[in-house]
């Protein structure tokens, strides 16, 4: 059980817009720990999407955007493309814990 | 370029030890905490450990802790995770990674992943 709640799956079609949620807590996200998000293409090692408020890492198109708000976050993709259809994940950190904590993960798929 | 590149996994019996390794290339190594993150095939990413810059801060995730240990050396740009009583629930690929700061007791992101170093714990 994950520290930090995603949706298992979401799908769109081509050129619509899509959300990610990320669930947490008053330990995490509640506290004003920073969200990143992740990308994982199929097959491939995860690479950071977006990093703290909402900025992105060169390379990355204005397609994507996260949000915050009390205990949970969102990631925003629109104008869905195929090329997007890949697992996310959010982390931050938890001083409950002491560490990082990641989501478990949300399968994309491009209808 | 910027570059993690693991070693070290392989296949072991249960019970057994093993170390797997992270030599990272076109940074500054000592200036950045650092991360082993591992994933099972068709599940999701479990943070497992961490070090400040220095070594002087470690942690572990509560399935690892007692047989997990983290290790950095910065003359050789090196990271290890030196793995004992290995369990077949630790069968994973497991990431280097690195965090864009030089502590680890926060939330910063985790910029640079290596491609994995696959452990596969059986008999």
């Known amino acids: 059980q994950s520290v930090l709640t995603q949706p298992p799956s979401v799908s769109g079609a081509p050129g619509q817009r899509v959300t990610i949620s990320c669930t947490g807590g008053d330990s995490n996200i509640g506290a004003y720990y920073d969200v990143h998000w992740y990308q994982q293409l199929p097959g491939t090692a995860p690479r950071l999407l977006i990093h703290?408020?909402?900025n992105r890492p060169s390379g990355v198109p204005e397609r994507f955007s996260a949000s915050e708000s009390g205990t949970a976050a969102s990631l925003a993709i629109t104008g869905l493309q195929a090329e997007d259809e890949a697992d996310y994940y959010c982390q931050s950190y938890d001083s409950l814990s002491g560490h990082v904590v990641f989501g478990g993960g949300t399968k994309l798929t491009v209808l | 370029e910027v570059q993690l590149m693991e070693s070290g996994g392989g296949l072991v019996q249960p019970g057994r030890s093993l170390r797997v390794s992270c030599v990272a290339s076109g940074f500054t190594f000592d200036d950045y905490g650092m991360h082993w993150v591992r994933q099972v095939r068709g599940q999701g990413l479990e943070w497992v450990s961490s070090?400040?810059?220095?070594?002087?801060?470690?942690a572990y995730a509560d399935s690892v802790k007692g047989r997990f240990t983290i290790s950095r050396d910065n003359a050789k740009n090196s990271l290890h995770l030196h793995m004992n009583s290995l369990r077949p629930e630790d069968t994973a690929l497991y990431y280097c990674?690195?965090?864009?700061?030089?502590?680890?007791?926060?939330?910063?992101?985790?910029?640079?992943w290596g491609q994995g170093t696959s452990v596969t714990v059986s008999s």
């Open positions: 070090i400040n810059w220095n070594g002087d801060t470690v």
């Open positions: 990674v690195k965090y864009t700061s030089s502590s680890v007791d926060s939330s910063y992101a985790m910029d640079v």
């Open positions: 703290g408020r909402n």
